[in-house]
């Protein structure tokens, strides 16, 4: 079973039909919504502040989230995909967003809908990236736009295939 600590008198508060993989650790002021997977070695550090996740959201292998204490605060919302080893510390993450693996995303950035984030990229603190668009490199730039549509088929895509692969771990 996942490893749920209370913090700070903050108790995580957890959909019931999330999968949560039996090394997750989530603590703290956490709040996770319906459908979620959060995977493998993935760390919900809601110590020092909030954490909010939307619905349908998947937090890959060896993500890591957390916050600075009293200045920054993780939201995600619905259908997003978090990469393997990404880190996303107190950023905002919009609707339909893919955060790729190993990518880190800084306090107060605000990753746009249907926008990417490519693997290995660095977004700094405070950058805003547009919907729609990909960004990738050190530090992330903007690379292009892609349409609405596209981005939402591919980021919705990569969202019902984490809901079925945790199916799979669920029966």
């Not at 619905?78 to 950023?91: E, L, P, Q, R, W």
């Amino acid at each position: 079973m996942a490893l749920i600590r209370n913090v700070r008198g903050f108790e995580p508060q957890i959909a019931e039909d999330c999968f949560l993989a039996e090394n997750a650790v989530i603590i703290g002021d956490v709040v996770i919504g319906n459908g979620c997977s959060i995977w493998y070695n993935a760390v919900l550090r809601g110590d020092v502040n909030s954490i909010r996740i939307g619905k349908h959201v998947n937090i890959q292998d060896g993500a890591v989230l957390h916050t600075l204490y009293e200045k920054s605060q993780v939201h995600i919302g619905d259908y997003v995909s978090v990469g393997h080893n990404a880190v996303i510390h107190g950023a905002t993450i919009k609707d339909y967003a893919l955060i790729g693996m190993g990518a880190i995303v800084l306090d107060n950035a605000i990753v746009g809908e249907g926008a990417i984030v490519a693997a290995n990229a660095l977004v700094l603190s405070g950058t805003v990236i547009e919907p729609n668009s990909i960004w990738a490199g050190v530090p992330a730039k903007f690379v292009k736009k892609v349409a609405p549509e596209q981005a939402a088929e591919i980021n919705q895509k990569i969202a019902h295939n984490y809901s079925f692969y945790a199916s799979w771990y669920k029966e």
